[in-house]
């Protein structure tokens, strides 16, 4: 991952300059299966882009103070430069926490509280419906969950996140909730077949 200050900005630029070009298309001398595909590759950089939001907001609140660029909160410095509600603001800065980079104490880099999420959005796999959802289960998970089963829980949501569209995946969150609840509550309870779930 490039750190080069000017190596950034060009990409962006290279990145301003795509969009533009993509903008001024005419997508009339193409098939509606071509259609559809570019409407698929379109739709995995758009699940994508969340991913450098996050490294970005990530980099910004953990370096920076919003009072040096006009603001009181960083929920205030967004809305305002993005043009977006507080709310809003405060919705992507969360999210930055769990799906973006984190540093130590220490100064070493961390992975995102939620790794397999986060990797799943940056491969354009999972879109915001899924990341609602996944925000969702843990919100609702009980304190007394244990770390390990949350993060076997979170590898599993991504991985089943990826295969199912957000009305499917939602019914097989609250599944996995259940499991997990009912796992560390009587572990000695029987799952599966002939068992309950």
């Known amino acids: 991952m490039s750190s080069d200050?000017?190596?950034?900005?060009?990409?962006?630029?290279?990145?301003?300059?795509?969009?533009?070009?993509?903008?001024?298309?005419?997508?009339?001398?193409?098939?509606e299966s071509e259609k559809l595909n570019l409407q698929n590759r379109m739709e995995r950089n758009l699940r994508r882009a969340p991913a450098v939001e996050h490294r970005l907001i990530s980099s910004l609140v953990a370096e920076g103070d919003p009072k040096a660029l006009g603001g009181t909160s960083w929920a205030e410095v967004l809305a305002t430069k993005l043009g977006i509600s507080k709310g809003e603001a405060k919705k992507r800065i969360k999210q930055a926490e769990l799906l973006g980079p984190r540093t130590a104490l220490t100064g070493e880099p961390l992975p995102p509280k939620l790794p397999n999420v986060a990797a799943a959005q940056a491969r354009g796999q999972i879109g915001s419906e899924h990341v609602r959802i996944i925000e969702k289960f843990f919100a609702d998970l009980p304190g007394h969950i244990d770390d390990q089963t949350r993060d076997l829980a979170e590898a599993d949501l991504a991985r089943i996140a990826t295969g199912l569209g957000p009305t499917q995946f939602r019914a097989a969150a609250e599944r996995l909730r259940f499991y997990s609840i009912r796992t560390v509550i009587c572990p000695t309870m029987p799952t599966g077949p002939g068992g309950g779930i």
């Open 5 to 31: 200050r000017e190596a950034v900005l060009a990409a962006y630029d290279d990145l301003d300059a795509a969009f533009n070009k993509v903008l001024g298309l005419s997508f009339d001398a193409i098939t």
